[in-house]
């Protein structure tokens, strides 16, 4: 089984991973990001490093068709991008708070561009629409993570609903309707 665990950075994709590897008898973690850095799977470009999408699935492709990562679990944000959905047996999209996660990023030192541009993407559930255009729909959920929650418990939901398909959803969590009389949040999708 394959397991791809997606979502906006600081959602808790790496320590969910963590604990359903454990949960799942230590099967490996594939680390996306972790993948590009180390093979520079970069476009040329002067201003700034852009990941090259072909160059990144093609490696993945490679990777997840060998025996050592039939069972594996591949985490990344940019997951909707660069793996191919036949590939895969079970998708999660991991959401969070806007509000937890500009915590988390003004923790982490990122730059108002970046805390910016991500908590659009979380409020706007981009990733979540990317993986529903990537990914089959059987295969996909959702889930919201919170700093309430210990990672085994998320962990432990996301083997449940691997298990159990009727126990999935997708498209239920909303942070406009949460944000949507916040000025504060409310600038973060302007």
Not at 65 to 71: I, L, M, P, Y
Not at 96 to 120: A, F, G, H, M, V
């Amino acid at each position: 089984m394959k397991v791809v665990i997606t979502g906006t950075p600081g959602v808790g994709k790496h320590t969910v991973a963590k604990s359903l590897s454990t949960i799942m008898g230590n099967i490996p973690i594939l680390d996306i990001n972790e993948i590009i850095l180390s093979k520079c799977l970069f476009t040329n470009s002067e201003d700034y490093k852009e990941v090259d999408i072909q160059k990144s699935c093609e490696i993945l492709t490679l990777l997840l068709s060998k025996d050592e990562f039939q069972n594996s679990i591949i985490i990344g944000h940019l997951a909707p991008y660069v793996i191919n959905s036949q590939l895969v047996d079970f998708v999660v999209v991991l959401r969070r708070s806007p509000y937890e996660l500009q915590k988390i990023y003004q923790e982490r030192c990122y730059s108002d561009s970046k805390t910016r541009d991500n908590i659009n993407a979380e409020i706007l559930g981009i990733l979540s629409y990317d993986a529903s255009a990537n990914f089959d729909f059987s295969k996909l959920s959702e889930f919201e993570n919170s700093s309430n929650l210990l990672p085994s418990s998320v962990a432990q939901s996301i083997y449940d609903m691997w298990l159990d398909t009727k126990s999935r959803s997708f498209g239920f969590i909303d942070w406009i309707s949460l944000i949507q009389s916040d000025p504060e949040m409310l600038k973060y999708i302007k």
